[in-house]
């Protein structure tokens, strides 16, 4: 019988929450707009032209032009890089939806509750990133 292998500790244990969610934009200007005006995110700091945060609950989400860290190419228009999802509660869903409406945001998809237990509102950020608010039901 050969010997088990002895399993090491991953060092990627002490992780225990996403503390910066970084989104590399293709029009800085837009998405500043969209996220500071119409989803009314704090902005926290402004680092450089190239990189802004917004304190969002305990974390920070980040739009940044690529650079340093990555030189990739910009996500081809049409295609989203991420999807984030913000919880809220089941009414301000809609309150969220008639906002997005009122701003002239385009829904992909209505407050609809799923059948997992989800009350869901998506929708794109100017770079065509898919968002989602949703609140349990």
């Not at 917004?54 to 974390?59: A, K």
């Amino acid at each position: 019988m050969a010997p088990q292998p002895v399993r090491r500790q991953s060092p990627f244990l002490a992780i225990r929450a996403i503390d910066y969610t970084v989104i590399f934009v293709r029009d800085m200007a837009a998405m500043r707009r969209f996220y500071e005006d119409i989803l009314a995110f704090p902005l926290s700091r402004e680092l450089s032209p190239n990189w802004i945060e917004y304190g969002i609950g305990g974390n920070t989400l980040a739009l940044a032009r690529p650079s340093r860290t990555a030189g990739d190419a910009p996500t081809p228009p049409g295609s989203a890089a991420l999807q984030l999802a913000f919880k809220v509660s089941a009414a301000e869903v809609d309150q969220c939806a008639d906002e997005l409406v009122r701003q002239g945001v385009a829904l992909l998809s209505p407050p609809t509750n799923q059948p997992f237990g989800h009350r869901t509102l998506f929708f794109r950020d100017p770079d065509g990133n898919l968002l989602e608010v949703y609140a349990e039901i």
